[in-house]
């Protein structure tokens, strides 16, 4: 996480606002879901909008071109329990992980699980003759935060109907409870995406602000020339010394700077 992110580097603001309190891309995300349900509620009449538009499906991705369908359907859910349910769990661990890792590596790592996780889905669907099913739901990006935390605080108890339970064990009911229904409605192979692209971000570093920083332009370094081990450094003596005052000599340096397109090839062969 880029130490700028931290809440110990943040300038001071003139005031409380949303952006200055605790996790603020947490809760905006879940404002959002929140505002998109209730349009979604307001125009129940139109599905066309919300369902051939936003919600993703094989077909309008891959033979329509409708990419933006991986990040919009992760706004849309299908009832109340299913968005309560998201947003809560959403909620509990997600202000720890923004905490965690900076806000704007906690927004790039739930859009990039997002759209992962129905990318995932929809090439399985597809494969599986599946192309005009729909999905929507934040399933898979909330899967993704509950695993990250999980990774991280795998013994930590949370209240689950009232009952204390490991992070470990309320994850792996999680992933293998759809396995024993009906799970024809429910998105799991983007749940399991979800997780999956969990693992592989805590496993490879793959922070939004890791990635970026690596690319920026080093700055000039000064490569520092040592003298030879053979040739002892041997003490001037009083007259060479005052002769070479006497003449405004400058003392010998012995750090180079070089030009940045040397320095570039000569890190390189490092």
């Known amino acids: 996480m880029g130490i700028y992110d931290r809440e110990y580097y943040?300038?001071?603001?003139?005031?409380?606002?949303?952006?200055?309190?605790?996790?603020?891309?947490?809760?905006?995300?879940?404002?959002?879901?929140?505002a998109m349900f209730l349009l979604q509620n307001a125009f129940s009449g139109d599905s066309h909008l919300f369902v051939d538009w936003l919600a993703a499906t094989p077909e309008a991705i891959f033979q329509h071109g409708r990419i933006w369908q991986l990040w919009t359907?992760?706004?849309?859910?299908?009832?109340?329990?299913?968005?309560?349910?998201?947003?809560?769990?959403?909620?509990?661990?997600?202000?720890?992980?923004?905490?965690?890792?900076?806000?704007?590596?906690?927004?790039?790592?739930?859009?990039?699980?997002?759209?992962?996780?129905?990318?995932?889905?929809?090439?399985?669907?597809?494969l599986s003759g599946g192309m005009e099913r729909h999905m929507l739901g934040a399933s898979g990006a909330v899967m993704a935060v509950v695993t990250l935390y999980t990774l991280y605080y795998p013994r930590r108890e949370i209240l689950f109907f009232f009952l204390p339970m490991p992070m470990w064990v309320l994850l792996g009911i999680y992933l293998v409870f759809p396995l024993f229904g009906d799970n024809g409605?429910?998105?799991?192979?983007?749940?399991?995406?979800?997780?999956?692209?969990?693992?592989?971000?805590?496993?490879?570093d793959l922070r939004w602000s890791r990635l970026v920083t690596g690319r920026i332009r080093r700055p000039r370094l000064r490569i520092f020339t040592p003298m030879p081990v053979d040739q002892p450094r041997t003490r001037p003596s009083g007259s060479s010394r005052a002769a070479g005052e006497s003449l405004g000599a400058k003392p010998s340096s012995s750090v180079t700077v070089l030009p940045e397109e040397q320095l570039d090839a000569r890190l390189d062969e490092v």
């Open 73 to 126: 359907a992760t706004f849309l859910h299908s009832g109340i329990l299913h968005i309560l349910g998201n947003m809560w769990f959403l909620w509990l661990v997600g202000r720890e992980m923004e905490s965690l890792y900076g806000s704007r590596d906690f927004l790039a790592f739930y859009l990039l699980a997002g759209g992962v996780s129905t990318l995932g889905w929809a090439v399985i669907a597809a």
């Open 10 to 34: 943040r300038g001071e603001t003139g005031g409380p606002s949303w952006f200055s309190g605790v996790a603020p891309w947490c809760k905006t995300l879940i404002v959002i879901n929140c």
């Open 185 to 204: 409605t429910v998105a799991y192979q983007a749940h399991l995406m979800g997780a999956a692209f969990a693992f592989c971000f805590k496993l490879f």
